[in-house]
């Protein structure tokens, strides 16, 4: 029998698959509240879609509101879209925006790696496309078990595969990420895609439906029968092996498909055909049409019998909740139909209307003649359950912070510090990551200016004034671990150096906070720590959230993942032909390291890697330091003055010596005295707020002078030239020796 709203109200007694697609009794009960009966099993799949914690956000964002309190001021003016919508949007001059955001994948990619990556790029595509704007690059911020488990094994080789194949057929460059190994990812890998796209003011769309009487078109892909319940369900709890209600059919993307869709949706855009939009991403149709309805005029009915489907035996709930991939929602004028039904036909893009806007202030939904859905849509897509999940510092974390790495066995001769740095560039987290970027198409477009191995990536916006953006992704979980407020910041701090370093000006942050389960309080501590950190820490550096993406109950049995709040930086560089590039540029120039190096070594690499150690504290964070060295950065780089720069972060100084050198095969002699009366400190201690970089002599001053007024402490500490990594009075690596280290250890591991 049809269950609709009639027959719902006829027997409201009728049992109900609530908790099997993952609704709390407490939720179950406030959704018969407020319809004031028993929901239609139609109602039932779009409440428990999007009442999910990857779609309401329910356990995270009582913390997440803080963010909205930051200055929507950038240092190039006011953010001109930010938290609620689709993606970021940041005005960059010029008349030109750009639209960043970044997003989790992580539970459908451990299921089946090479589907969940490449939809996962498809997904923040389509994101940045529904604010109106031409996506130009994306990246890769990627998480893993250690290098040696079969299950890194099975899920790494597929993941990269999935970012790299989506990615490269639509001819978006990849500029960045990061590739991290650690125990606690075993099980539960981290795939967060970022996407950035630019845009005129004047093209800026949002997804609302208004206007009654305007038509909604769905157009792009059939609905079939793949990613059912999807991201929505595999991101909202734990799952175990075994356990079928959690694991529903992962996406099945199609990039050429996908491809098509942007060109059509852009060129609809550009018609003015287009009154609102929406990507159809986790939750599918449930989502897409509650969420306009209830940022529109708050009515729509929709006809499930005109949606193009690839499986004729679908129900409606299952039409509902399918998270079928490249679809996209349009709100269009009657008039207007007819031009964009053409458009999507030049273009070999499906479209339907299948439904329109309308002032009941419900959304309705048909389905063979009879009514299955009758509900307030604001309650479905914005007044979903909100959760205070108790939180506590844990027991273990001043056991833990008092367990520093300082009071491990160090080297001390030179012998033992050659075979140190050895042992560190060639360890999983800081080797060369080639064996992955050589599959992505790094410069498709022809307007990648700077891409990995580089601090950041960096693309033209403008051929004819050469204006572009920055792009960059960190995070440390181990320093996340060991004291998340801080650790957010870090990851924050290195991001926005990482921006700057290449001569870009940060302006906004987007966000994707990956941890473990939200019903454990000590993971809830360090959420709301890391909320707290990154929400302090833009406002002391003046920058905005404008989006993000929480993702949570990343574990495995009891075992959470490292909180890992992985923070992007986007910047904007007025010529791109004035960036400062990361390698060394030749033989004999000034090598100068600014910012201060303490003995910090708890949570480092070295700690980790030799020790396997993680307690102690974190390095200290200096965000006014981390400004005026943005500044100074940025004002060398106008001017000329710098040959290279590289910041500082894992491996320190010894690894960014290691990487100048090798990106263009030019040598260095450094001494390292005036750094640390320890060279192992010197060379291994992850202090923040520091870039090492190379200068002409006749800069040298004038860096000096400027370092001096901004507050940068600057020492010269050697000259590039030769064919080794020399320390004075330690040690000389040549680079062949080197080089053979850093490269050797993915394709050992992988193939």
Known sequence: MLDTVAVAA?????????????LKED????????????PTSSELAMYSVMWSEHCSYKSSKVHLKQFSELSQETPRGKTLAGIGENAGVIDIGQGYAVTFKV?????PSYVEPYQGAATGVGGIVRDILAMGARPVAVMDPLRFGPLDADDTHRVLPGIVAGVGGYGNCLGLPNIGGEAVFDD?????????????????????????ASGVGNKVILYGARTGGDGIGGVSVLASETFDEGGPAKRPSVQVGDPFMEKLLIECTLEVFAAGLVAGI???????????TSELASAGDGGMHVDLDLVPLRDSTLSPEE???SESQERMMAVVEPGDVEAFLAICAKWDVEAVVVGEVTDTGRLHVDWHGERVVDVPPRTVAH??????????RPAWQDALQADGAEALPRPATGEELRETLLRLVGSPNLCDKSWITDQYDRYVRGNTVLAQPADSGMVRVDEETHLGVSVATDCNGRFAKLDPYAGAQLALAESFRNVATGGATPLAVSDCLNFGSPEDPDVMWQFAEACRGLKDGCAELGIPVTGGNVSLYNQTGETAILPTPVVAVLGVIDDVRRRVPGGFHGAGQAVLLLGETREELSGSEWAHVVHGHLGGRPPRVDLAREKALAELIAVAAKRHWLASAHDLSDGGLAQALVESALASDVGVTVDVSAVAADPFVALFSESTGRVLVTADEEAVDQLGLLAERLGVPAVRIGTTGGHAVTVEGHFAVDLSIVRDAWTATLPAALG
């Open 319 to 321: 039409i509902l909740m």
């Open 10 to 22: 006829q027997d409201p007694d009728r049992s109900q698959p609530w908790a099997e697609l993952g």
């Open 278 to 288: 929406q990507d159809l991403g986790g939750a599918g149709l449930s989502c897409a």
């Open 103 to 107: 997003e989790s994948h992580n539970h």
């Open 27 to 38: 939720e179950y009960a406030r959704i018969r509240e407020i319809l004031g009966r028993r």
């Open 184 to 208: 606690s990812y075993l099980g539960n890998p981290l795939v967060n895609a970022l996407c950035v796209g630019v845009l005129r003011h004047e093209d800026l769309h949002l997804a609302k």
């Open 383 to 392: 007044e979903g359950p909100t959760y205070h999940r108790p939180y506590a």
